[in-house]
Nanobody
Framework: QVQLVESGGGSVQAGGSLRLSCGGSGLTFSRYPMGWFRQAPGKEREFVAAVNWNGDRTYYGDSVKGRFTISRDNPKNTVYLQMNSLKPEDTALYYC???????????????????WGQGTQVSVSS
């Protein structure tokens, strides 16, 4: 059974940093693209970042480009999201996801990810 567990969320002031981690089990982690998504109350889920299977290609949502960095450590079955220069509008529940079944298509669509974690809350105060 595939399990993804996020950690590292918390409360921080605007301009601060956080690093989220997502550990995977029950899958051959190094084979699959991984993504981070977020959802704020009353808003739709938003693509944040994605990384291909070996980490040499990364993709970012427009709102986080230049501030967030996604990376992965395959021997540790872990994907990270380094978040710098945080803004109040970054406040959301952050989810990591694995794209297992879909081998084609873009990295931005949540519908192409078929394993999800429970989420970790990030709150940024002004």
């Amino acid at each position: 059974q595939v399990q993804l567990v996020e950690s590292g969320g918390g409360s921080v002031q605007a301009g601060g940093s956080l690093r989220l981690s997502c550990g995977g089990s029950g899958l051959t982690f190094s084979r699959y693209p991984m993504g981070w998504f977020r959802q704020a109350p009353g808003k739709e889920r938003e693509f944040v970042a994605a990384v291909n299977w070996n980490g040499d290609r990364t993709y970012y949502g427009d709102s986080v480009k230049g501030r967030f960095t996604i990376s992965r450590d395959n021997p540790k079955n872990t994907v990270y999201l380094q978040m710098n220069s945080l803004k109040p509008e970054d406040t959301a529940l952050y989810y990591c996801a694995a794209r297992i079944a879909f081998t084609t298509g873009d990295y931005f669509s949540g519908a192409l990810y078929d394993a999800w974690g429970q989420g970790t809350q990030v709150s940024v105060s002004s």
